[in-house]
């Protein structure tokens, strides 16, 4: 039997069969390149969202008084109301993450990563310098599992949506890790977003062109070469077939599951645009996963230590320095509670827009698989405290018990974001510092 050729020599061997450029990396690296079978998966999809507001919150006006399922709402989640039964309080959650950086850093940055900042060169408040996590953050941990597998791979693995982000970069600004040292920057401007998700079908057509030439190329030497690289050569003419059909399922916008919102023109990253930009984030963000873009995401309302200034609720002061005022300041309360309400408000119209969008293929909404996680970096904002973090749970899919106030008696927030692993088949033993996952995932089923 003719022995197999060297890679190398193989390259050399196609090269002077008349192959173009295009096809030698595709056919010469047979360990990279082996066609894998598409995997059909009747499973519900599942979906998470993390939505974070910053600067604490009023406890007294955020948690229901009453544990279990005979629970009211109050002043700042009663836009909720709607969605009482899918929702889950986890209260009593602490953020025991201790180490450098001040707890606006850390409240922030190891929100997801429930892992120690690396010393570095950026001051935080009281004199506490600090850099980056030293770990991945868990909607990236599980982007990166399910994208792991054929059957809910996307195009993108995790997308992040922000409303009032600015350009500057430092642990008070990002909430989402690559990895350690690997802060990911939200996409601010909406414009910039919809051309991320939909603007590239120019580029699909000039891809598709090449793929034209990958098969042309394949053909014409199907009878020129031993059994075992025809074998070979087969291999990567249906990998590159496979790729020509998703590229032309694809290649038009009208194709797309659901067409891409409208979009208002002109608005720029301004405060007093932040209502604006706000639900169309939250359209394009809905309209990725409709057309499975996506299954993880995040939205972030401007960040930790924000001085958004609300204007379009009557409030002149900037939200960080009304958060510093004492509870007995009432005109700084009250504004607060009408700030932190407003987040709910569009909490409210997330929710509503997945419940109102049906199911791809499925029955229901994509609101019964869908997690939406509210939470914040700080449990108040005057007293800078990271005990009782706000995790406000909303939705479906993840199978945990919705409808009640669960105590959690103190637990590190590591053990909730094992539980989100956990709910999508990644059963991490822990995440982030380990010695804050004892007691494993949470028990919300």
């Known amino acids: 039997m003719k022995p197999a050729l060297h890679s190398l ?20 690296q ?29 406890p007294k006006h955020f948690w229901p008084d009453k544990q279990g399922e005979d629970f009211e709402l109050k002043t700042i989640t009663k836009p909720l109301e709607p969605f009482r039964d899918r929702l889950l309080f986890l209260k009593n959650l602490h953020n ?9 850093m850390r409240g922030m940055s190891c929100l997801l990563t429930g892992i120690e900042l690396y010393p570095g060169n950026i001051q935080g408040g009281g004199h506490t310098p600090a850099g980056w996590p030293k770990g ?34 430092d642990p008070w600004t990002r ?9 990911v920057a939200p996409l601010g401007d909406p414009y910039e977003a919809f051309r991320k998700l939909y603007g590239n079908v120019r580029e699909k057509k000039q891809v598709r062109s090449i793929l034209d030439d990958l098969k042309s190329d394949l053909s014409q030497v199907a009878d020129r070469l031993s059994p075992s690289d025809r074998r070979l050569l087969v291999e990567h003419t249906n990998l590159v077939d496979r790729m020509d059909k998703e590229f032309s399922r694809s290649d038009h916008l009208k194709n797309l599951a659901g067409k891409p919102p409208p979009l208002q023109e002109g608005v720029e990253n301004l405060n007093d645009n932040l209502p604006t930009l706000s639900r169309m984030q939250i359209d394009l963000l809905v309209n990725s996963f409709v057309n499975d873009f996506t299954r993880v995401a995040t939205l972030q309302f401007t960040k930790s230590v924000g001085q958004a200034k609300m204007s379009w609720l009557d409030i002149d002061q900037r939200h960080h320095t ?10 700084a309360y009250d504004k607060l509670i009408r700030i932190n309400t407003w987040f709910a408000q569009e909490l409210a119209y997330l929710l509503k827009k997945l419940e109102s969008t049906p199911e791809p293929g499925q029955a229901g909404s994509m609101l019964d698989n869908t997690l939406v996680v509210w939470t914040n970096e700080l449990g108040k904002g005057n007293s800078h405290t990271l005990n009782d973090i706000p995790f406000l749970l909303a939705g479906g899919g993840f199978g945990f018990k919705m409808g009640r106030s669960l105590p959690c008696a103190g637990s590190a927030h590591n053990r909730f974001l094992l539980s989100l692993a956990h709910a999508v088949g990644h059963p991490l033993e822990t995440f982030g510092n380990s010695s804050l996952s004892q007691g494993g995932p949470l028990d919300l089923a």
Do not use: C, W
């Open 9 to 28: 020599n193989r390259r050399e061997a196609l090269k002077g069969l008349g192959l173009s450029a295009l096809s030698l990396p595709l056919v010469s």
């Open 30 to 58: 047979v360990a990279h390149l082996k066609a894998a079978p598409a995997v059909a998966s009747t499973r519900p999809k599942q979906r998470l969202i993390v939505m974070f507001s910053p600067n604490g919150t009023i």
């Open 96 to 104: 025991k993450v201790r180490g450098d950086g001040d707890n606006h």
């Open 136 to 169: 991945i953050s868990i909607d990236h941990e599980i982007a990166n599992f399910l994208q792991s597998k054929d059957e809910t791979r996307t195009r993108n693995g995790v997308l992040h949506f922000g409303v009032g982000v600015l350009d500057k970069a």
């Open 175 to 183: 909430m989402s890790y690559a990895g350690p040292n690997q802060p």
């Open 322 to 331: 009304l958060s510093h005022e004492p509870d007995k300041n009432k005109d």
